[in-house]
């Protein structure tokens, strides 16, 4: 069974910088996509980061220009490093990892709370 364990969230105050980690472990063939979502509370799911295996990267516009998605193929493992935060960034942040293994399979990272204060 695959299983992806997040780290890295915390309280920090506006300007500040965070970085989090996703790594997924188990069986694991290949890796297609890994990507960063967040949540807030009463709030839709909003797509953050994502990243393919064939390099393709795209961030939602709210955080463009201030995170960066990056992965570590060898430790199977993707990073999202969070500057300049923002109140309005917080939220539970989940990796979200597309596994091949025969067939196509989604994983989800436990999640991970940011806080950001002004």
């Known amino acids: 069974q695959v299983q992806l364990v997040e780290s890295g969230g915390g309280l920090v105050q506006a300007g500040g910088s965070l970085r989090l980690s996703c790594a997924a472990s188990g069986t694991i063939f290949s890796i297609n996509a890994m990507d960063w979502y967040r949540q807030a509370p009463g709030k839709q799911r909003e797509l953050v980061a994502t990243?393919?295996?064939?390099?393709?990267?795209n961030y939602a516009d709210s955080v463009k220009g201030r995170f960066t998605i990056s992965r570590d193929n060898a430790k199977n493992t993707v990073y999202l490093q969070m500057n300049s935060l923002k109140p309005e960034d917080t939220a539970v942040y989940y990796c979200?990892?597309?596994?091949?293994?025969?067939?196509?399979?989604?994983?989800w990272g436990q999640g991970t709370l940011v806080t950001v204060s002004s």
């Open positions: 979200r990892v597309v596994i091949i293994n025969h067939r196509s399979l989604e994983v």
């Open positions: 990243s393919t295996s064939g390099g393709r990267i």
